[in-house]
């Protein structure tokens, strides 16, 4: 089977990419000439999910999947959320971060969770994955890797930031992988 990756962000395809191997295959929105900023919405991550491969599906038919996520922090409600990627107002993960580290100066609760929501869409069905990893928030950026909130976020029974990891260590027990190993896993029993 084919699915079209409904995203934008290429360190997103590159993860699900290296979990799915030869499993199906993926084309991204430049295999389908999409270069439309596609609408985001919602207050769930699901409903997220949902507009992003309904709008493909809809305006070109491909049966696709789209990826929800980020970033809850439990000191503050669940905040970053669905806003993890404007958190400041702004696509710059600089000034996200920034913002984080100072809502939670104060915070001995670094308590945190990367949620991903997968919305697949083969012809009018819709099916939803899910994957969440619970860490802690650090104190400052540690790390190189990965892309987003990894730098600050230690995943439970480790010592190193997903930015610390390798790309193999963070899809051994990320949240995204954990949904797409679900979509693949009912796409190999389904079809
Ligand atoms: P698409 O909508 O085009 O897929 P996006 O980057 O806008 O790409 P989201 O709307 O799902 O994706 O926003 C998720 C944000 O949450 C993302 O930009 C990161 O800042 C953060 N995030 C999600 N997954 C992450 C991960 O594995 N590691 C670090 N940060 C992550």
């Given at each position: 089977?084919?699915?079209?990756?409904?995203?934008n962000?290429?360190?997103k395809?590159e993860?699900?990419?290296a979990?799915?191997?030869?499993?199906?295959?993926?084309?991204?929105?430049?295999?389908?000439?999409?270069?439309?900023?596609?609408?985001?919405?919602?207050?769930?991550?699901?409903?997220?999910?949902?507009?992003?491969?309904?709008?493909?599906?809809?305006?070109?038919?491909?049966?696709?999947?789209?990826?929800?996520?980020?970033?809850?922090?439990?000191?503050?409600?669940?905040?970053?959320g669905?806003?993890?990627?404007?958190?400041s107002?702004?696509?710059?993960?600089?000034?996200?971060?920034?913002?984080?580290l100072?809502?939670?100066?104060?915070h001995?609760?670094?308590?945190?969770?990367?949620?991903?929501?997968?919305?697949?869409r083969?012809?009018?069905?819709?099916?939803?994955?899910?994957?969440?990893?619970?860490?802690?928030?650090?104190?400052?950026?540690?790390?190189?890797g990965?892309f987003?909130?990894?730098?600050?976020?230690?995943?439970?029974?480790?010592s190193?930031?997903?930015?610390?990891?390798?790309?193999?260590?963070?899809?051994?027990?990320?949240?995204?992988?954990?949904?797409v190993?679900?979509?693949?896993?009912?796409?190999?029993?389904?079809?």
């Amino acid at each position: 089977i084919e699915l079209v990756f409904a995203t934008n962000n290429l360190h997103k395809l590159e993860e699900v990419q290296a979990v799915v191997g030869n499993r199906f295959r993926i084309l991204t929105l430049a295999d389908i000439d999409c270069a439309d900023d596609i609408p985001e919405t919602g207050d769930t991550f699901q409903a997220n999910a949902s507009q992003k491969s309904g709008y493909i599906y809809g305006k070109y038919g491909y049966n696709c999947f789209a990826d929800d996520s980020g970033l809850e922090v439990q000191a503050l409600d669940n905040e970053p959320g669905v806003y993890s990627a404007r958190y400041s107002g702004t696509r710059d993960m600089e000034k996200n971060i920034d913002l984080l580290l100072q809502r939670l100066a104060d915070h001995t609760d670094r308590h945190a969770r990367f949620r991903t929501v997968i919305s697949l869409r083969i012809g009018e069905a819709e099916y939803f994955f899910e994957g969440t990893v619970d860490g802690k928030i650090g104190f400052e950026r540690q790390g190189e890797g990965g892309f987003g909130y990894d730098p600050l976020f230690t995943p439970r029974g480790h010592s190193r930031t997903f930015a610390q990891m390798s790309g193999a260590e963070k899809n051994a027990i990320s949240h995204r992988a954990i949904a797409v190993a679900k979509l693949a896993e009912f796409l190999r029993t389904t079809y």
